[in-house]
């Protein structure tokens, strides 16, 4: 386990702030054009990946430059929103997804690091605790709760 800092930052409660209320009128503002789906709906329909994008776009002008191929029962308004509202969800989606990743990169290094300053601290207790240093007994039996590894059974065949 290395103890090298990777990380040294503070962020600005007023930041934090700004950006959560920011994100939260993102999401009102969406909101009513958004739509959820249920795990089984996201598995069974088609999915729209940089290719097929594409060759959505394409078709699309072919649509409206070629209208004498469409299909009777397809719904070129329909089609036509669709493929606007892709183009425009796409730079949302993209952006937000760069702002999860490095977020999340930053979390999981920062929580890293916090979780190893927690274990060196701990361990000092549990020593202190061991050598009969009375103060480090309330801190020891708090962190100690939280340290505690389950029991694991082993499987019998």
Do not use: W
């Amino acid at each position: 386990m290395s103890t090298q800092n990777q990380i040294s930052i503070e962020i600005p409660q007023t930041v934090i702030d700004e950006v959560v209320t920011k994100l939260q009128d993102c999401k009102h503002q969406l909101a009513p054009y958004l739509q959820g789906l249920t795990a089984k709906e996201r598995e069974e329909m088609f999915k729209l990946g940089d290719k097929t994008v594409a060759i959505v776009e394409k078709t699309r002008e072919y649509v409206i430059s070629n209208p004498q191929f469409v299909p009777a029962y397809m719904d070129q308004d329909e089609f036509k929103k669709d493929v606007t509202v892709v183009s425009q969800l796409k730079t949302i989606v993209n952006l937000a997804t760069q702002l999860a990743t490095d977020s999340d990169d930053t979390l999981m290094l920062a929580g890293s690091e916090a979780l190893q300053g927690a274990l060196l601290y701990y361990g000092q207790v549990r020593e202190a605790h061991h050598k009969g240093i009375p103060t480090a007994k309330p801190i020891y039996e708090d962190l100690s709760e939280r340290f505690k590894r389950g029991t694991y059974k082993k499987k019998t065949q």
